[in-house]
């Protein structure tokens, strides 16, 4: 590739986005000891950086449109700036979430599209597809690497340090952003506010109805929430199904009326004719589904590396590392290959290698851990991601013309967001319903005395927690059992955090699998022997 400049200032905003969320994760039990706060407040801070997102990332596309790629993306970079300043500054979780769930969130959705569009804008040809696979593979390793950069700043240092270099990031990417061209010209477009209203509104139920499923249930309530101690569960089906479900009607709605927009002339949030172009389609439905694998699988290892064998953060950034380094050398095979190969075939052997990895990361869950199994397999899921990265993003942003790649930029957006929260619901639900049903049975068939197994049945009647399992002695100790007991009780749930593991391992192969059907719209053509943007549709 000729030039690199633009590449690395915009590789390293995305890398600051993803970044964000997974070094947290691992970093909520600090910043809950730091700021006196809570888990569950924690949570709703995570939660509500995602809804943010979802809420408004197609407004976001649709800013850069209108202030111009560039200007959007050096706004949202300063919001962002500022976000993870007042983060960093936070003397209580009340000024962490507007810092970073809100002020972080609104400075993601300018960012994000800006930077899919301005790839598009500054390269073309064999540049371009290099240059989408070097966004793709920091996406990843920003993902693979936050638990190892969280965990030992937070273990050696502090959490807040994280967003100071957030910050400071930042601040040089908008000093070096003039090197970026914008070649496209601005839109003198009015924004629909009914559109952004059922767009964002319909969004957050969707993403929120799905990301709190793993605790409310999908249709049978189970720790459903509360007012005045009455449970909110309609007609006794949980509120997630009903979130979900108002969530696609306003969906329906606002397809509706962008529809109805484009025919009477004026300007629609998105336009609806893309999702006819059939690599454009199927290039977004293969991108969620990459990224709820990739949910799934970062929701899985660290409850098997730290809730089942114990490691700390630092540890489990360390055993998660072989992923970040095939993943980026895989990227730039997959650059590589595109000579030779469609980018059909590349991502079809990515997500064949993912279901692969699948398989060997299940044969590896036990209670000793099989490092050279394990870390194989992380290594090989790092290769199938980063082949999916070298085409993903110009499968996609080639399938129109460059007025419309912002539009583009918001839907990955979208689809990213929506595959994360499916991939963690699932997931999450399949691991918690699988470890809740195995321990009761593991219980039921012990030799524990009926006196403990009431008091057991009793006291998870509500829903079984994810534990450290070597806390399952302490707590069983507070409750009046004598050791034997206690040492048993903690064999049964450790036994059945393993079982939980494979259910939910076996889970992520059949939907690794499932994704391979998503693939067939992807060009099938090497590069440079296909016309370009030929299926595109005229503009509306």
Not at 366 to 371: Q, S, T
Request: proline share 3%; hydrophobic share 55%.
């Amino acid at each position: 590739m000729k030039k690199w400049s633009v590449v690395v200032i915009l590789g390293a905003a995305q890398f600051v986005m993803v970044l964000d969320g997974t070094v947290m994760n691992v970093s909520i039990s600090t910043v809950v000891d730091d700021l006196d706060t809570t888990v569950t407040a924690m949570q709703a801070a995570i939660t509500f950086y995602t809804l943010t997102m979802a809420a408004l990332m197609l407004l976001g596309a649709k800013l850069g449109d209108v202030w111009g790629r560039r200007r959007a993306f050096v706004v949202g970079s300063c919001v962002y700036a500022l976000g993870s300043l007042l983060t960093a500054l936070s003397p209580n979780v009340q000024t962490l979430f507007i810092g970073w769930s809100v002020i972080e969130g609104v400075g993601a959705v300018l960012v994000i599209p800006a930077v899919a569009a301005l790839i598009a804008d500054n390269y073309e040809g064999t540049d371009r597809i290099t240059a989408f696979a070097v966004i793709g593979a920091v996406s990843g390793a920003a993902v693979a690497a936050g638990p190892l950069i969280g965990g030992f700043l937070t273990t050696y240092a502090s959490w807040r340090y994280v967003f100071v270099g957030e910050v400071v990031i930042m601040i040089i990417v908008v000093l070096f952003t003039r090197v970026i061209a914008d070649r496209t010209a601005r839109q003198a477009s009015h924004i629909d506010v009914w559109s952004v209203l059922l767009s964002a509104v319909g969004l957050v139920f969707v993403v929120f109805g799905m990301l709190q499923s793993k605790t409310w249930g999908w249709i049978t309530p189970t720790q459903s929430p509360e007012i005045g101690g009455v449970p909110i569960a309609p007609l006794g089906i949980s509120l997630c199904a009903w979130l979900i479900v108002a969530g696609g009607g306003l969906i329906a709605l606002f397809v509706r009326r962008q529809r109805r927009l484009a025919a009477t002339g004026r300007q629609p949030l998105v336009d609806i004719g893309l999702f006819g172009i059939t690599r454009l389609r199927s290039g977004l439905a293969v991108l969620g589904a990459q990224y709820a694998i990739t949910a799934g699988l970062f929701f899985m290892v660290p409850v098997y590396l730290q809730m089942t064998l114990g490691l700390d953060a630092l540890e489990t950034g360390l055993k998660i590392f072989p992923l970040s380094i095939s993943l980026i050398l895989f990227s730039i095979v997959g650059t590589r290959l595109s000579r030779l190969w469609s980018p059909r075939r590349i991502v079809r052997v990515g997500q064949v290698a993912l279901v692969l990895s699948s398989i060997m990361l299940l044969a590896s869950v036990d209670l000793e851990l099989a490092n050279l199994a394990f870390g194989l397999g992380m290594f090989v899921a790092g290769a199938a991601l980063g082949l999916l990265a070298s085409q993903l993003g110009n499968v996609n942003m080639s399938s129109v013309g460059e007025a419309q790649t912002s539009e583009v930029g918001g839907l990955q957006g979208v689809f990213q967001n929506l595959g994360s929260s499916l991939g963690t619901a699932l997931i999450g639900s399949v691991l918690i319903g699988a470890l809740a049903s195995s321990f009761a049975v593991g219980v039921s068939s012990s030799e524990l005395s009926a006196e403990t197994k009431a008091l057991v049945s009793e006291q998870t009647e509500s829903g079984l927690a994810i534990i450290p399992a070597a806390d399952v002695d302490d707590i069983a100790a507070e409750v009046g059992l004598d050791k034997t007991e206690s040492a048993e009780l903690t064999r049964i749930y450790t036994d059945s955090q393993i079982s939980s593991l494979h259910t939910a391992f076996f889970a992520l192969i059949v939907i690794a699998f499932f994704a391979l059907f998503f693939s067939r719209g992807i060009p099938n053509e090497v590069i440079g022997k296909r016309p370009e943007r030929a299926d595109a549709p005229p503009a509306t």
